[in-house]
């Protein structure tokens, strides 16, 4: 009976390790140059990056992401902007850039300044890729601009209904062909996706010189 139990034991404490470190999920992360910017019109270059929890444990290190898609919300409107014209998309290799993008981009993503609507790229011939597997993968890089005061955090949304995903060369580990929210084994971590604008006084002076100056504009024309 007492070696019964230790048995029963030694089972649970190995189920329950392999449970916490075996997870092989898909995570989506950001960086970035700056996290505060101190003038209206800085920019900082935003970085997204993927990574298979559990990846460093497969025998096939090149059942890699082939495509990806996701949508990015702020919470906070009208602190940043993203900046058309300086996505580079670098995963995964190499990438169709004939089908590669978004569909909207601030006020045209979801009614906010900052947001991006159905961000994607997918690989020119479907095959061997390590894009995501063992470490962390920057799969595209962008820029976004401060035009007002305050504090803004990304989070992924699906507004536009496609959900978030990545497809690998093959199937999942748990048979499907795709990560995805729908799934939900595709995770957005909270970390490196807060970004404050604190303008120095130089800065507010001008914008609310701007401001005036647009005021009496309008009062002209009227």
Known sequence: ?????????????????????????????????????????????????????????????????????????????NVIEVVAGTFVYLEPYEVDLANSGYLGINTAAGGKTGNIHSLHAGIKDWGDSDAGIEFYTVFVQFDIRAIGEGTTEYSM????????????RDDTPFGDPSYSDSLGNTLFTDENNQFTVIPEPCSLLMLSLMSITGLRIRRRKK
């Open 1 to 77: 009976m007492k070696h019964n139990a230790i048995f029963l034991l030694i089972s649970l404490l190995v189920l329950i390790t392999f449970t916490a470190t075996a997870s092989d999920e898909l995570i989506f992360r950001m960086s970035a140059d700056d996290y505060q910017l101190t003038s209206i019109g800085d920019t900082t270059t935003v970085y997204l990056e993927a990574y298979i929890d559990g990846s460093e444990s497969w025998a096939d290190k090149l059942n890699g992401i082939n495509l990806w898609q996701l949508d990015l919300e702020v919470d906070v409107d």
């Open 157 to 168: 949304d699906n507004f536009s209904g496609l959900g978030w995903k990545a497809s690998l």
